[in-house]
C-alpha cells in the first residue's frame, strides 16, 4: 500500500515538473515578457548559435514601433524562418500592458523581453553606440555579426535581409 502511494506522488509529481519544463521551453512567447536584465543579450545570443535573427527595441510609448510591430507580424506570416525577438525598454511594472501589446500586434508567439534594471546600463550593454532613439533593430547574421538600424523598418530592409541570410 505505501509502494503504490509513493508511486502516485511520485508520478503527480513528475507530471508538474514537466509542465514547469513545458512552460518555461515557451516562456516569453504569448504571456508576459521575460525580464530583460544584464546577461540577457548573451543568453537571446546562445540559443540561436549559428542563427540569424532580428533584434527588434520597442516602446509603448513608441508610435513608430507600433506601426513596425504591424509589419514584423505581416513579414513573419509571410516568411516562416524571420526570427524575431522583441525587447521593450519600458518599466516591469508595465508588464501587463506590454504582453497586450505584442498580442495585439499579432506578435503573441514571438519572443518578448522587457527592460528589468536601468535602461541606461541595459541599452548600453546592448549596443555602447546607442542612446536611446527608437525603434532601434539589430539584424544578426548566423555568426552573430549584427548591423543596427535606428527608426522604423520598411519591408525592403526586412526582405534585402532575409535573402541575404536565408539565400
Known amino acids: 500500500m505505501m509502494t503504490y502511494l509513493f508511486h ?10 514537466a509542465l514547469g519544463v513545458g512552460a518555461a521551453a515557451v516562456a516569453g512567447t ?3 515578457p521575460l525580464p530583460f536584465e544584464s546577461g540577457s543579450l548573451e543568453k537571446i545570443l546562445d540559443s540561436r548559435a549559428d542563427k540569424p535573427f532580428l533584434l527588434v527595441m520597442w516602446s509603448l510609448e513608441c508610435p513608430p514601433c507600433r506601426k513596425e510591430m504591424d509589419l514584423l507580424a505581416e513579414m513573419r506570416r509571410q516568411h516562416p524562418k524571420l526570427d524575431v525577438v522583441l525587447v521593450s525598454t519600458d518599466e516591469m511594472e508595465r508588464a501587463d500592458q506590454v504582453a497586450a501589446a505584442v498580442k495585439g500586434h499579432g506578435l503573441e508567439k514571438t519572443e518578448s523581453w522587457l527592460f528589468a534594471g536601468p535602461a541606461q546600463r541595459l541599452r548600453y550593454e546592448i549596443d555602447p553606440g546607442w542612446y536611446g532613439e527608437m525603434p532601434r533593430s539589430y539584424f544578426y547574421d548566423a555568426n552573430h555579426e549584427r548591423v543596427a538600424v535606428s527608426g522604423a523598418l520598411e519591408e525592403a530592409q526586412i526582405q534585402a535581409w532575409l535573402e541575404h541570410v536565408h539565400p
Do not use: D, E, P
Open 8 to 17: 502516485r506522488v511520485l508520478k503527480g509529481a513528475l507530471w508538474l515538473l
Open 30 to 32: 504569448g504571456t508576459a
